[in-house]
């Protein structure tokens, strides 16, 4: 509880509040190690250093490579853990049900969140322009440099546990390849497999959020469509965002649009069969083909709804 109100005050203290996020930061970079048994103290602690990345930049640069430190340790230790339970590393024990439900307390307590709240730092660290300078050239010093932090942000969007988090790293992302930064797009657009993959992702939430309206709005009308009532078309995706009842958590309805713009650019490249914003036909349609079958279907629909 007493780290939560430390969070509420870097996140909502002002500049009054920064002269303490240097005493503080040491704090809760210890709270996120492993040997802190308590996942939610390491999870609101991992929201501390977000809120510091985000608020006080002037202050984080200072001790830049042990911010990276931390943040690389919570991502890789986390992403051990996922894999180990994909693979089944982690039910050795599966008859053991108490001991088995304390693990899956621990991941409901806030494993994720701790997770992605790192990921959100490392978003700001390679997205925010006052961070450049620090990371621009210093990968001796630093130990990495902002295109590869941008790839580990990539990999690990769209985020899901926070809703305020999630929309601003979908339109952090949206910037990024507005403003053609390599750093998010790669050389060459070389990233555009994974970015794709997020917008995939986010659609397919949106298309599935949209199948279930129609399905209500159906329901309404006794099963019978008929004039007046709300025809496939009716219903694009971005409306999805208003009203409570129908939220889209991933991205704001404008970030929405912008995705749709950029979602256009990829596809006339393959229509055009040329060189379209940056990316050819080639390049797209291997990035496709990457992609399991239910995202590919997303963005098809996506590719359907954006005309509307």
Known sequence: ???????????????????YIATLMPVLMANTSSSVSHA????????????????????????LPAVLACLHYIISQSTTKASEKETGDDNNNKDEGEEEDDDEEDGEDGSSGTLENAVFAVGILCTDPRYRPALEGCRERLGVDRAELAGLWLRHLPLREDEAEAKAACKQLCDGLEELDVAICGEGFGKLGEILRVFAEVFRFCVDKREKLMKKNEAKKDGMVH??????????????????????????????????????????????????????????????????????HALKQAQILCKY
């Not at 103290?41 to 929201?47: F, H, P």
């Not at 991933?250 to 914003?277: D, I, K």
């Open 227 to 296: 004039e007046g009532c709300m025809q496939e078309k009716d219903v694009g995706i971005v409306q999805l965002d208003d009203g409570d009842e129908n939220p889209c958590f991933f991205a704001h309805p404008h970030t929405l649009r912008r995705m749709m713009s950029f979602l256009r650019q990829v596809m006339a490249a393959t229509s055009q069969q040329q060189q379209v914003g940056g990316f050819g036909a080639a390049q797209v349609e291997q990035a496709l083909q990457a992609l399991s079958p239910p995202l590919q």
């Open 1 to 19: 509880f007493a780290v939560c109100l430390l969070d509420d005050a870097i996140e909502f203290g002002g500049e009054a509040a920064h002269k």
């Open 40 to 63: 939610v103290l390491r999870q609101s602690s991992s929201y501390g250093i977000a809120r510091a990345v985000a608020v006080a930049p002037h202050i984080v640069c200072q001790d």
